[in-house]
C-alpha cells in the first residue's frame, strides 16, 4: 500500500463518529455526575460537594494535559506502536475546557471550604505568603492556562502536519474546531513544506510540553491537593500526583481504544499486538506510579517525623475514621490488580480483559486522589464509622463519573475535527509499510 | 518414536506463512525456519508456541525476591543497625532491595533463557539443514514427524508451494531430495 492508499483508507470512514450508543452513554454518565453533585451539595456532609468538584478537577486536569503529553512522549522516543494510539491520546485535549471550568467555578466559590483559607492567621512566614487566597487563585489558574497553552501549541502543529499530508478535497467532508483550528490557510500553499515545518515544531515543542507539564502539575499537586493540609509536606508529592495522571490517562486510552475499535474503524490501525504493546506500557506506568508512591511512603516511615506521620497514619491505621477502607483499596487498585494481571498475556492482547483493568486502574488513581483530598476537606471528626463517608464518596465517584462523560463527549467533538490517524507523520508509515497493511 | 526430518524450501512468502501456520494441525513439529530477512510475520505465527523462557524468567524473579529480602533482613539482624528507633527486622526497607533484586535475577535468567532455549550461541552454525539460497532468496521449514508420516508430509509441503522438498540427516537423505 501506497502513502496516498493509506491516507485515503485512513479517510475513506469520514470524520469520527462514536456513534449513538457511546454518546448516549455519555449523556447518562453526565446525568449520574449532575445526581453525584447533587447529592454532596444536598445530602453529604459539609464540603462533600467540593471535595466531589475538586476530585473530578484534579483528575481532569491530569487526564487533558497528560493525554497531550503521552503524545509528545511518543514524539520523543519514536514510539512505532504508539502511532496508533496516537490521535486518540491528543483527544483527550477535550478534558481541558472541563478542567478549566471545574477549576473556576472553584476558585470563584468553593474557595472558603479551603481548610487554610479560615484559619490562614498560624500560618508563619514563607507559607503565610504561599497560602493567600489572591496568590493562590493565580497560581492555579495560571498553572492551567500555562500547561493547556503549550500543550495546544503542540496539538495545533501535530493536526496541522497531518491537514498538510491531505490533499485539499479530502479535507473538506471534515469540519469542527480541531479542523478549523489547525487546518486553515493550507490551499496555495506548498503542502509538503507546511508539512516537514510542522514536524519541525512538533520536534522543539515535544520535550517543552514535557516539561511544562511536570513543573505545571508539580504546582498544582502542591496547590490544589497537599497545600488542603498546611502543615504536613513532602517534596516528592507533585511528582506522584503527575505520574498518576499519566497512568489513569494511559488506562482511559486503553478503554477508549478498546470501545472505539469498530466506530472508528481502528482495527485497520490497532492489532492485538499494538493493544499488547499499549498494556506492558500500562503495566511499567504501573509500577513507576508505585516506585512514586513507595519513595513517598519510604522516606515518611525512614523520617519518623510527627508532622509527617499523622498524614499517612490518618489515612491508613487510625480506626476511629473511615479512611483507612479507601487507602486500602486504592492500593490494590493501582497496584496489586494491574500488576498481577498485566503479567498474562492474554490479558494484555484481549479487549474485554484490557479494560476491566484499565477501569480498575482509573478506580484506584481516583481513590488515591479522593484519600488525599476528602479527609482536609470534610473534617469528619473520630470517632466515625465507615458509614460516614458513604455519602460524600459516592457523591465523588458519581461526579467524577459525570467529568469522564463530559470530558469524552468533548473529546469525540475534538476527534471529528481531524483524522484519527497521523496521516502526516513519516513512522507512521514506516510502522505500517513494515509490518503490512491490515484489511 | 521414530522420526524423520524434512526440509521445505520456498520462492513464496505466502506459502512460506501458510505452512508454518498448518505445520500445527499437521502433527510436525518445526525445528527451525530460515529466512533471508528479519520475518515478523513468519515469528508472529511461531508466537502461538509459547515460549519457556517466561518460567525461567518467573524462577529467576522469585528467586530476586527472596534473595532480596534474606540479604536485607539477615543483614539487619547481623549488625543490629538500629535507624530512627525502628524495629531491626521491618519489611518497610527491605522491600527495595527485593524489588532490585526481583529485576536483576528475573533480567539475568531471562537472558541465560534466552542463550539455552535459542541454542546461542551459534557455534556449529550453519546447522544441518541451512542451504545458502536462505541467505539469497528463498524460505526455508525445517520440519520432524513421524517416519509413517514422512510421504503425506512431502505431498503436503509440495502441494502448498515448496519448490524443494529434502530428507534431512538420514542416511537415505540425498536420495530423497526431489
Known amino acids: ?439 | 518414536m521414530t522420526s524423520a526430518e524434512l526440509l521445505g524450501v520456498f520462492e513464496s512468502h505466502d506459502a512460506f506463512l501458510k505452512v508454518i501456520e498448518q505445520a500445527g494441525s499437521r502433527k510436525v513439529t518445526i525445528r527451525e525456519i530460515f529466512s533471508p530477512v528479519p520475518d515478523h510475520h513468519a515469528v508472529e505465527r511461531l508466537a502461538g508456541r509459547k515460549s519457556p523462557i517466561r518460567y525461567v524468567t518467573a524462577a529467576g524473579g522469585i528467586a530476586g525476591l527472596v534473595a532480596g529480602i534474606a540479604l536485607a533482613l539477615l543483614t539487619a539482624r547481623v549488625w543490629n543497625l538500629v535507624v530512627g528507633g525502628k524495629p531491626v527486622m521491618s519489611i518497610v526497607p527491605v522491600v527495595v532491595v527485593g524489588f532490585e533484586l526481583t529485576i536483576l535475577f528475573g533480567a539475568l535468567a531471562t537472558l541465560a533463557g534466552l542463550f539455552f532455549f535459542g541454542r546461542l550461541p551459534f557455534v556449529r552454525f550453519p546447522v544441518g539443514a541451512y542451504r545458502e539460497e536462505f541467505s539469497l532468496d528463498r524460505f526455508g521449514i525445517w520440519l520432524e514427524c513421524e517416519v509413517s508420516q514422512r510421504e503425506p508430509i512431502e505431498r503436503w509441503l509440495r502441494e502448498s508451494g515448496a519448490v524443494r522438498v529434502e530428507r534431512i540427516g538420514r542416511p537415505d537423505a540425498a536420495e530423497g531430495i526431489s
Open chain 1, 1 to 439: 500500500m501506497t502513502r496516498d492508499e493509506r491516507i485515503r483508507k485512513v479517510l475513506a470512514s469520514g470524520p469520527a463518529d462514536p456513534g449513538k450508543g457511546f454518546v448516549l452513554t455519555m449523556v447518562l454518565m453526565i446525568a449520574l455526575g449532575a445526581a453525584g453533585l447533587g447529592l454532596g451539595f444536598f445530602a453529604g456532609a459539609a464540603n462533600a460537594g467540593w471535595t466531589s468538584i475538586l476530585t473530578g478537577l484534579v483528575l481532569a486536569a491530569g487526564i487533558g494535559a497528560s493525554g497531550v503529553l503521552i503524545s509528545a512522549i511518543f514524539t520523543l522516543t519514536n514510539a512505532r506502536f504508539g502511532r496508533a494510539y496516537v490521535r486518540l491520546a491528543e483527544s483527550f485535549a477535550g478534558f481541558m475546557p472541563v478542567a478549566l471550568v471545574l477549576a473556576i467555578v472553584f476558585v470563584a466559590l468553593g474557595g472558603t471550604s479551603l481548610p487554610w483559607a479560615h484559619d490562614a492567621g498560624h500560618l508563619t512566614g514563607g507559607k503565610a505568603v504561599w497560602l493567600r487566597r489572591g496568590f493562590w487563585d493565580l497560581r492555579v489558574i495560571g498553572a492551567l492556562l500555562l500547561s493547556f497553552s503549550v500543550s495546544i501549541a503542540y496539538l495545533y502543529y501535530s493536526i496541522r502536519r497531518d491537514w498538510a499530508a491531505i490533499p485539499g478535497k479530502l479535507r473538506e467532508t471534515y469540519s469542527g474546531i480541531a479542523r478549523a483550528f489547525a487546518g486553515r490557510n493550507l490551499d496555495g500553499k506548498d503542502q509538503e513544506t507546511e508539512r516537514m515545518r510542522c514536524a519541525g515544531r512538533l520536534d522543539v515543542l515535544a520535550p517543552i510540553v514535557a516539561m511544562v507539564y511536570a513543573i505545571t502539575f508539580t504546582m498544582l499537586g502542591f496547590d490544589l491537593i497537599m497545600a488542603l493540609d498546611p502543615l504536613w509536606y513532602s517534596t516528592l508529592f507533585g511528582a506522584w500526583y503527575f505520574i498518576g495522571n499519566l497512568f489513569a490517562t494511559m488506562a482511559l486510552l486503553a478503554i477508549v481504544s478498546i470501545v472505539l475499535h469498530r466506530p472508528l474503524g481502528l482495527g485497520a490501525w490497532i492489532t492485538p499486538s499494538h493493544r499488547s504493546d499499549l498494556a506492558t506500557l500500562l503495566f511499567a506506568f504501573c509500577l513507576v506510579n508505585a516506585d512514586f508512591f513507595w519513595s513517598q511512603y519510604l522516606t515518611i516511615w525512614y523520617g519518623n517525623l510527627p508532622e509527617e506521620t499523622g498524614y499517612v497514619m490518618k489515612r491508613t491505621l487510625d480506626g476511629d475514621l473511615p479512611w483507612r477502607v479507601v487507602s486500602w483499596l486504592s492500593l490494590v487498585a493501582f497496584l496489586a490488580f494491574p500488576f498481577i494481571l498485566l503479567l498474562f498475556r492474554r490479558v494484555k492482547r484481549s479487549g474485554f480483559l484490557l479494560s476491566i483493568v484499565s477501569i480498575v486502574c482509573i478506580s484506584g488513581i481516583f481513590m488515591a486522589r479522593y484519600i488525599e483530598i476528602a479527609p482536609e476537606l470534610l473534617g469528619i471528626a473520630a470517632p466515625a464509622r465507615l458509614d460516614a463517608l458513604y455519602v460524600p464518596f459516592a457523591s465523588a465517584l458519581l461526579t467524577f463519573i459525570g467529568v469522564l462523560g463530559v470530558g469524552l463527549l468533548v473529546s469525540m467533538r475534538v476527534l471529528r475535527g481531524m483524522p484519527v490517524m497521523p496521516v502526516g507523520d513519516d513512522i507512521f508509515h514506516a510502522v505500517h509499510a513494515d509490518e503490512g497493511d491490515h484489511s
